[in-house]
């Protein structure tokens, strides 16, 4: 997992706190380019969104029921993230 990955996991826990429902994957793709769009370090074969989404799906980060979520393992894993920040 790289940064991207763990932004992806961030916009998701944020929507959640801050709306009180689910993100979709529209609103999900539009805050993840609109936040890494003045990023240069990023090519646009690391930005696959819809790649990254999956892999944190099949890897049991999040999960889609009408909109996506992170599941109690994604939830420990930002969180360790962010305390080593």
């Not at 940064?3 to 709306?19: F, G």
């Not at 529209?26 to 609109?34: D, M, V």
């Amino acid at each position: 997992m790289d940064k991207y990955d763990y932004l992806i996991l961030d916009i998701i826990n944020s929507h959640k706190s801050t709306q009180e429902d689910l993100i979709d994957l529209t609103s999900l793709e539009r805050t993840f380019w609109h936040k890494i769009e003045s990023d240069s370090d990023l090519n646009i074969g690391q930005s696959r969104v819809g790649e990254r989404i999956t892999n944190l799906y099949l890897d049991n980060l999040i999960q889609n029921r009408s909109g996506y979520m992170l599941t109690k393992r994604g939830t420990q894993v930002l969180s360790y993230q962010t305390a080593d920040i």
